[in-house]
């Protein structure tokens, strides 16, 4: 099957600073990728849909300027947690699809992010 | 928007004891997948559904989509300690772009 990476697995910072989270396909091509959070015992909420060289999709509620999303490459995507403050702090997961919407998910193994 | 429901929330049945989740969409839906998360793992894709009416079988597990397309459930015959997880579903409406899941059926499963 499809595999999709995901950097870091598991990352603590200080409120205020930075996070950035990749995700890549391995060995597939990935026109879009997908965004999730996922809060302890939750589902997945969908944060952002993010399209190989063009501007991310973001859902309502979901701050563009907080999560920057950038899919400069058919294999790469990021999220940047920018200002990150402890209420941040979630698993964040990425998925890719291999064709276009509604198509199956491929997910990476996710990135608790912990904000103190 | 779209919501898709899913109940239980939990379940704990005796190992050899059946199991089903069911999951319900507000709106119509182009296709359904179901996805397995294993405590501390990442979601992985079981099954998609297309068709209206559709039941699929992956050995133990039985994968049905409504004549409506509105619903469907996931049942698992004679459980086993491997099936712990939490199983989500998730939907595409016919005019959507991205799958939105269900809170997902935590199963646990004891010997």
């Known amino acids: 099957g499809a595999v999709v990476s995901q950097h870091p697995s598991r990352v603590i910072c200080k409120s205020g600073t930075s996070v950035k989270i990749e995700c890549r396909s391995l060995?597939?091509?990935?026109?879009?990728m997908f965004w999730y959070r996922q809060f302890p015992k939750k589902s997945l909420m969908l944060m952002a849909t993010?399209?190989?060289?063009?501007?991310?999709?973001?859902e309502q509620g979901v701050e563009k300027d907080k999560f920057l999303i950038n899919h400069a490459s058919l294999t790469l995507s990021t999220l940047t947690v920018t200002s990150a403050h402890p209420e941040d702090s979630s698993f964040y997961i990425c998925?890719?699809?291999?064709?276009?919407?509604?198509?199956?998910?491929?997910f990476g193994s996710g990135t608790q992010l912990s904000v103190l | 928007g779209q919501q898709v429901m899913q109940i239980p929330q939990y379940q704990h049945v005796q190992e050899g004891e059946d199991f089903t989740t069911y999951c319900n969409s507000s709106?119509?839906?182009?296709?359904i997948q179901w996805y397995k998360q294993r405590p501390g793992g990442h979601p992985v894709f079981l099954i998609q559904?297309?068709?209206?009416?559709e039941v699929k079988k992956q050995k133990r597990l039985t994968f049905q989509f409504g004549e409506a397309k509105k619903n469907s459930s996931l049942h698992i015959t004679a459980t086993q300690t491997t099936d712990v997880g939490t199983y989500f579903c998730?939907?595409?409406?016919?005019?959507?772009?991205?799958?939105?899941f269900g809170k997902g059926t935590s199963l646990l499963v004891t010997p």
């Open positions: 993010s399209n190989e060289g063009s501007k991310a999709t973001y």
């Open positions: 559904l297309v068709k209206s009416g």
């Open positions: 060995d597939f091509q990935a026109t879009t």
């Open positions: 709106t119509t839906l182009s296709n």
């Open positions: 998925s890719a699809s291999r064709g276009g919407n509604g198509e199956k998910l491929f």
């Open positions: 998730a939907g595409i409406e016919n005019s959507g772009y991205a799958l939105n």
